[in-house]
């Protein structure tokens, strides 16, 4: 990591609003956009986050082969190269870094840190080894930094993930691919050797409700079921639902009813289909709630209870049980974002109380110079467009505030000052770009694709510190 060096001011920045970004995934970068894009109020935006690497999700998050999705990196990266726009990594927001130590260096801070908790079930057994959150398992095959290599060694033949909304779905569509099929994403080397010894043969996918209630999309589901050399089976009863038990009436309940006719169709579809023999296989299962992870000194199988939708909609049990067996549980239940020192939080929502972006204290009331965007905003829901809108939102809210927070900070020093005085190193664009470059020429020695990511911090810090 690079130490700090005199923040560098040119005539354009006399008078900016300065403001700090916690946060560089979609939310954050979108937040700075917003900023730079109005001609009302001159800016200077930094966007921090603790990683030497941008782009939070979009690079530890969306699944390796969705790399149409992963593209929006590149409109992020336009971002991050707006002469207003400074990187800021390596820097931990509470970890060294106070507000108190930003409110020295800009007129406003937005919090953008989004919803990296995951949610637990609260069955027996939880906490057995060989069960573990989807997230990790999302974070060791994307490459996070902080996920340990010998974290998954994917000995269980059959496999058990919890959950019906897309992030379930990308993580049984990778247990359920071949090495080859993945070489020419940017999974790290030493990750892609584990998926090849893989020695899983089946994964079940277990959904509390019905198809209909599904929260995974058409392009998501249409990509698991189309997987070469594996089975994807779905129990015909499951799937023997009227389409019309899908309601109208808003907008936005019409468009939820006609994706999840779509999923319906589709799987509908699929269940006439006999299986193959193939390699892997995929089990859908519908009605289908965990009620308990299984076995003593590991994960040895989870106990299923059915369910139906009572008279009024809501899930109940019907006490019948299933037991499947299973090496590995995978949770996938949802996410939820996690509480930020100094800063209000709801522990209901998980999330920070707001009003129109403006962060609010325990009695309601507007605190001065605080925003938020994002999945620390409004919950994890949306996908990677929707935190545009919301960002552009809290910035509507933040520029009404300009005139208010400058005159309430007229003096500000620059950040640089602030972290030699707490003795914090930092990283910056350039050090990325060195790490984008390793990476694609990683990519090329092993002759996979157009990047191949780096894998742990000690292959970052060996290509930051030169």
């Not at 899930?315 to 996690?338: E, H, I, K, N, Q």
């Not at 403006?358 to 009695?363: G, I, S």
């Not at 191949?452 to 810090?461: E, P, S």
Request: charged share 25%.
């Amino acid at each position: 990591m690079t130490s700090s060096e005199p923040d560098q001011q040119g005539p354009e920045d006399t008078g900016a609003l300065r403001v700090a970004v916690i946060g560089s995934g979609p939310a954050g970068v979108y937040t700075a956009d917003a900023l730079t894009r109005q001609q009302r109020v001159p800016v200077r935006v930094d966007v921090m986050d603790r990683l030497p690497t941008p782009y939070g999700l979009v690079r530890y998050g969306v699944a390796p082969d969705h790399t149409k999705t992963k593209g929006v990196a590149g409109a992020l990266r336009r971002v991050l190269e707006h002469p207003a726009v400074r990187f800021v990594g390596g820097v931990e927001f509470g970890a060294g870094l106070t507000r108190a130590d930003l409110a020295r260096s800009y007129h406003g801070v937005v919090y953008a840190t989004g919803a990296a908790v995951d949610r637990r079930m609260d069955v027996p057994g939880e906490d057995l080894p060989g069960s573990v959150a989807a997230t990790d398992f999302v974070n060791w095959y994307c490459g996070h930094p902080d996920s340990e290599l010998a974290r998954f060694v994917l000995d269980a033949e059959e496999t058990v993930v919890v959950g019906a909304g897309n992030v379930a779905l990308d993580v049984a569509r990778i247990l359920a691919k071949t090495a080859d099929e993945l070489r020419h994403t940017d999974i790290p080397q030493p990750v892609l050797d584990v998926l090849a010894a893989s020695r899983v043969r089946t994964v079940h996918l277990l959904s509390r409700r019905g198809p209909l209630q599904a929260k995974f999309t058409a392009p998501e589901l249409r990509d698991l079921l189309a997987l070469p050399g594996v089975d994807v089976l779905v129990s015909a009863d499951q799937v023997d639902v009227d389409p019309a038990a899908v309601g109208t009436g808003t907008h936005e309940l019409r468009m939820v009813a006609r994706a999840a006719r779509t999923n319906l169709r589709l799987l509908q579809e699929h269940a006439r289909r006999a299986p193959e023999g193939r390699r892997r296989t995929v089990r859908l299962h519908f009605w289908a709630r965990p009620q308990e992870i299984l076995g003593e000194d590991r994960v040895r199988g989870v106990r299923v209870e059915h369910t139906r939708l009572d008279e009024g909609g809501r899930l109940v049990g019907t006490g019948r049980t299933t037991d499947l067996d299973a090496g590995m549980v995978l949770r996938s239940v949802g996410y939820a974002g996690a509480p930020l020192p100094g800063v209000p939080f709801d522990t209901r929502g998980n999330t920070v109380p707001q009003e129109d972006g403006r962060v609010l204290d325990e009695e309601g009331r507007v605190v001065r110079g605080d925003y938020v965007a994002g999945w620390i905003k409004r919950g994890a829901t949306g996908v990677i467009g929707t935190n545009k809108s919301d960002a552009a939102g809290t910035v509507r809210a933040l520029l009404q505030d300009a005139p208010a927070l400058r005159e309430a900070a007229p003096a500000l020093v620059p950040l640089e000052q602030v972290l030699d005085e707490r003795g914090i190193t930092h990283s910056d664009y350039d050090d990325w770009l060195r790490i984008d470059a390793a990476e694609a020429r990683q990519a090329s020695e092993l002759e996979r694709g157009e990047r191949v990511k780096l894998h742990g911090w000690d292959a970052y810090r060996k290509v930051v510190d030169g």
